[in-house]
Protein backbone atom coordinates (compact mmCIF):
# COMPACT_ATOMS: atom_id res chain seq x y z
CA UNK A 1 0.00 0.00 0.00
CA UNK A 2 0.99 2.96 -0.80
CA UNK A 3 2.33 5.94 2.58
CA UNK A 4 -1.29 7.79 3.34
CA UNK A 5 0.53 11.07 3.46
CA UNK A 6 1.01 10.25 -1.12
CA UNK A 7 -2.51 10.60 -0.79
CA UNK A 8 -3.19 13.54 0.83
CA UNK A 9 -0.64 15.30 0.55
CA UNK A 10 -1.37 19.09 -0.70
CA UNK A 11 -0.53 19.94 -4.01
CA UNK A 12 2.21 22.10 -3.68
CA UNK A 13 4.37 19.37 -2.14
CA UNK A 14 2.70 16.33 -3.85
CA UNK A 15 5.67 15.86 -6.60
CA UNK A 16 8.05 16.36 -3.48
CA UNK A 17 6.32 13.72 -1.73
CA UNK A 18 6.21 11.18 -5.04
CA UNK A 19 9.80 11.32 -5.06
CA UNK A 20 10.03 10.39 -1.38
CA UNK A 21 7.61 8.10 -0.84
CA UNK A 22 5.71 6.73 -3.85
CA UNK A 23 9.29 6.03 -5.75
CA UNK A 24 9.83 2.18 -6.25
CA UNK A 25 12.62 0.96 -3.90
CA UNK A 26 16.23 0.46 -5.85
CA UNK A 27 15.69 -3.00 -5.80
CA UNK A 28 12.57 -2.55 -8.15
CA UNK A 29 14.50 -0.17 -10.49
CA UNK A 30 15.25 -1.46 -14.33
CA UNK A 31 19.36 -2.40 -14.32
CA UNK A 32 21.83 -1.45 -16.11
CA UNK A 33 24.97 -3.98 -15.73
CA UNK A 34 28.22 -2.22 -16.69
CA UNK A 35 30.22 -5.63 -18.19
CA UNK A 36 33.70 -5.75 -19.71
CA UNK A 37 37.28 -6.27 -19.41
CA UNK A 38 39.45 -5.53 -16.58
CA UNK A 39 40.26 -2.20 -16.55
CA UNK A 40 38.30 -0.66 -19.33
CA UNK A 41 36.83 2.18 -16.65
CA UNK A 42 34.17 0.50 -15.49
CA UNK A 43 34.41 1.53 -12.28
CA UNK A 44 35.13 5.29 -13.19
CA UNK A 45 32.14 4.90 -15.21
CA UNK A 46 30.12 3.50 -12.43
CA UNK A 47 30.99 6.75 -10.00
CA UNK A 48 30.39 8.92 -13.01
CA UNK A 49 26.63 7.37 -13.36
CA UNK A 50 25.82 7.56 -9.51
CA UNK A 51 26.93 11.38 -9.27
CA UNK A 52 23.03 11.39 -10.75
CA UNK A 53 21.56 9.96 -7.85
CA UNK A 54 20.49 11.08 -4.21
CA UNK A 55 23.75 11.19 -2.18
CA UNK A 56 21.94 8.88 0.16
CA UNK A 57 21.46 5.86 -2.38
CA UNK A 58 24.85 6.24 -3.33
CA UNK A 59 27.57 3.52 -3.06
CA UNK A 60 31.10 3.78 -5.01
CA UNK A 61 33.29 1.37 -6.65
CA UNK A 62 36.93 1.29 -6.27
CA UNK A 63 39.63 2.73 -9.10
CA UNK A 64 42.86 1.55 -9.69
CA UNK A 65 45.27 1.25 -12.41
CA UNK A 66 45.58 -2.24 -11.74
CA UNK A 67 43.30 -4.61 -13.54
CA UNK A 68 40.76 -7.22 -12.19
CA UNK A 69 40.59 -4.40 -8.86
CA UNK A 70 36.50 -4.76 -8.99
CA UNK A 71 35.99 -8.27 -7.90
CA UNK A 72 32.51 -8.43 -6.61
CA UNK A 73 29.65 -6.72 -8.02
CA UNK A 74 28.55 -3.51 -6.77
CA UNK A 75 25.27 -1.50 -6.86
CA UNK A 76 24.11 1.80 -7.10
CA UNK A 77 21.11 3.99 -8.54
CA UNK A 78 21.47 6.71 -11.57
CA UNK A 79 19.22 9.48 -12.06
CA UNK A 80 18.93 10.71 -15.69
CA UNK A 81 15.99 13.07 -17.54
CA UNK A 82 14.11 12.00 -14.60
CA UNK A 83 14.34 8.14 -15.14
CA UNK A 84 16.06 6.16 -12.08
CA UNK A 85 17.86 2.81 -12.35
CA UNK A 86 20.13 0.35 -11.17
CA UNK A 87 23.68 0.30 -12.20
CA UNK A 88 25.84 -2.60 -11.49
CA UNK A 89 29.89 -2.33 -11.89
CA UNK A 90 30.44 -6.51 -12.31
CA UNK A 91 33.65 -6.68 -12.01
CA UNK A 92 36.46 -7.72 -14.80
CA UNK A 93 36.00 -10.50 -16.81
CA UNK A 94 39.43 -11.58 -16.83
CA UNK A 95 41.01 -12.83 -19.68
CA UNK A 96 41.63 -16.55 -19.77
CA UNK A 97 45.17 -18.11 -19.39
CA UNK A 98 45.59 -19.46 -22.65
CA UNK A 99 48.85 -21.33 -21.44
CA UNK A 100 46.72 -23.35 -19.17
CA UNK A 101 43.18 -22.94 -20.98
CA UNK A 102 41.26 -22.80 -17.69
CA UNK A 103 40.42 -19.83 -15.79
CA UNK A 104 41.70 -19.18 -12.41
CA UNK A 105 38.76 -19.78 -9.35
CA UNK A 106 38.18 -15.97 -9.47
CA UNK A 107 37.97 -15.15 -12.67
CA UNK A 108 35.53 -18.19 -12.86
CA UNK A 109 33.57 -17.01 -9.75
CA UNK A 110 33.62 -13.38 -11.68
CA UNK A 111 32.83 -14.66 -14.75
CA UNK A 112 29.30 -16.23 -12.57
CA UNK A 113 28.75 -12.88 -11.01
CA UNK A 114 28.44 -11.40 -14.54
CA UNK A 115 26.28 -13.97 -16.16
CA UNK A 116 23.99 -13.68 -12.99
CA UNK A 117 23.94 -9.71 -13.56
CA UNK A 118 22.96 -10.02 -17.68
CA UNK A 119 20.22 -12.02 -16.83
CA UNK A 120 18.50 -9.40 -14.08
CA UNK A 121 19.71 -6.78 -16.88
CA UNK A 122 17.60 -4.45 -18.65
CA UNK A 123 20.54 -3.06 -20.60
CA UNK A 124 23.70 -4.17 -20.66
CA UNK A 125 26.97 -1.84 -20.99
CA UNK A 126 29.53 -3.41 -22.78
CA UNK A 127 32.57 -1.56 -22.08
CA UNK A 128 35.69 -1.62 -24.22
CA UNK A 129 38.83 0.56 -24.05
CA UNK A 130 39.02 2.60 -27.27
CA UNK A 131 42.84 3.17 -26.84
CA UNK A 132 43.49 -0.26 -27.12
CA UNK A 133 41.13 -1.11 -30.28
CA UNK A 134 39.05 -4.82 -29.90
CA UNK A 135 41.03 -7.10 -27.95
CA UNK A 136 40.75 -11.38 -27.33
CA UNK A 137 38.85 -10.43 -24.78
CA UNK A 138 36.47 -8.22 -26.27
CA UNK A 139 35.65 -10.82 -28.53
CA UNK A 140 35.10 -13.57 -26.37
CA UNK A 141 32.38 -11.28 -24.21
CA UNK A 142 31.09 -10.03 -27.37
CA UNK A 143 30.18 -13.70 -28.62
CA UNK A 144 28.28 -14.49 -25.28
CA UNK A 145 26.38 -11.21 -25.07
CA UNK A 146 25.08 -11.88 -28.87
CA UNK A 147 23.86 -15.00 -27.40
CA UNK A 148 22.25 -13.43 -24.68
CA UNK A 149 20.69 -10.47 -27.05
CA UNK A 150 19.95 -13.58 -29.46
CA UNK A 151 17.70 -15.37 -27.07
CA UNK A 152 15.77 -12.57 -25.95
CA UNK A 153 17.40 -11.52 -22.83
CA UNK A 154 19.12 -8.04 -22.12
CA UNK A 155 19.91 -5.22 -24.46
CA UNK A 156 23.45 -4.50 -25.29
CA UNK A 157 24.85 -1.43 -25.82
CA UNK A 158 28.66 -0.91 -26.40
CA UNK A 159 30.35 1.73 -24.72
CA UNK A 160 34.10 2.53 -26.18
CA UNK A 161 35.81 4.31 -22.96
CA UNK A 162 39.01 6.60 -22.74
CA UNK A 163 37.77 8.55 -25.71
CA UNK A 164 39.66 11.27 -24.42
CA UNK A 165 40.91 13.12 -28.11
CA UNK A 166 37.74 13.06 -29.85
CA UNK A 167 39.76 13.51 -33.34
CA UNK A 168 40.40 10.16 -32.69
CA UNK A 169 36.60 9.35 -33.02
CA UNK A 170 36.74 7.81 -36.07
CA UNK A 171 38.68 4.78 -34.74
CA UNK A 172 35.58 3.55 -33.00
CA UNK A 173 34.47 1.98 -36.22
CA UNK A 174 37.21 -0.52 -35.58
CA UNK A 175 33.93 -1.74 -32.75
CA UNK A 176 31.42 -2.57 -34.67
CA UNK A 177 32.90 -5.92 -35.80
CA UNK A 178 31.98 -6.98 -32.31
CA UNK A 179 28.37 -7.12 -33.74
CA UNK A 180 26.63 -5.09 -31.25
CA UNK A 181 25.51 -2.25 -33.19
CA UNK A 182 27.16 0.53 -32.99
CA UNK A 183 29.55 2.09 -30.45
CA UNK A 184 29.14 5.16 -28.28
CA UNK A 185 32.35 6.46 -27.57
CA UNK A 186 32.88 8.44 -24.29
CA UNK A 187 35.65 9.55 -21.31
CA UNK A 188 33.87 8.40 -17.57
CA UNK A 189 37.52 10.28 -16.63
CA UNK A 190 36.48 13.63 -17.50
CA UNK A 191 32.48 13.15 -18.95
CA UNK A 192 32.79 13.88 -22.17
CA UNK A 193 30.31 11.73 -24.22
CA UNK A 194 28.64 10.86 -21.13
CA UNK A 195 25.64 12.40 -21.91
CA UNK A 196 24.65 10.82 -24.52
CA UNK A 197 25.65 7.66 -23.41
CA UNK A 198 22.67 8.28 -20.54
CA UNK A 199 20.44 8.85 -23.36
CA UNK A 200 21.00 6.12 -25.34
CA UNK A 201 20.56 3.78 -21.73
CA UNK A 202 17.15 5.45 -21.02
CA UNK A 203 15.87 5.27 -24.50
CA UNK A 204 16.75 1.65 -25.06
CA UNK A 205 15.19 0.68 -21.35
CA UNK A 206 11.75 3.04 -22.52
CA UNK A 207 12.19 1.06 -25.82
CA UNK A 208 11.84 -2.13 -23.95
CA UNK A 209 8.89 -1.44 -21.37
CA UNK A 210 11.66 -1.30 -17.96
CA UNK A 211 10.73 2.47 -17.80
CA UNK A 212 7.84 4.15 -18.33
CA UNK A 213 7.76 5.86 -22.14
CA UNK A 214 8.80 10.12 -22.28
CA UNK A 215 5.54 12.22 -21.18
CA UNK A 216 4.82 14.80 -24.74
CA UNK A 217 5.61 18.45 -23.87
CA UNK A 218 1.78 19.25 -22.80
CA UNK A 219 1.66 16.26 -20.58
CA UNK A 220 5.15 17.07 -18.74
CA UNK A 221 4.03 20.95 -18.53
CA UNK A 222 0.98 19.99 -16.50
CA UNK A 223 3.23 17.04 -14.52
CA UNK A 224 5.60 20.11 -13.29
CA UNK A 225 2.54 22.48 -12.18
CA UNK A 226 1.67 20.02 -10.23
Same mark, same amino acid.
Given at each position: ?61 ? *???? #? %?? $? ?7 ? +???? =? &?? @? ?40 ? *???? #? %?? $? ?7 ? +???? =? &?? @? ?75
Amino acid at each position: LRPLRCQLAPPSTLHHLRRQFCSPSSSELPLLAIVGTPNTGKSTLFNRLVEYAPRAMQSRAL *VSAT #A %GT $TRDRIDGVA +EWEG =V &RF @RVQDTGGIFELDHENSEPSVLERAVAAQVDVAVSDAAVVLFT *VDSK #A %GV $TAGDELIAR +ELRR =V &RG @RGGAAVLVGANKLDDWTRAYELAEFWSLGLGEPLGFSALHGAGTGELLNAVVETMRERGAVAAAAPPAAAAVAAAD
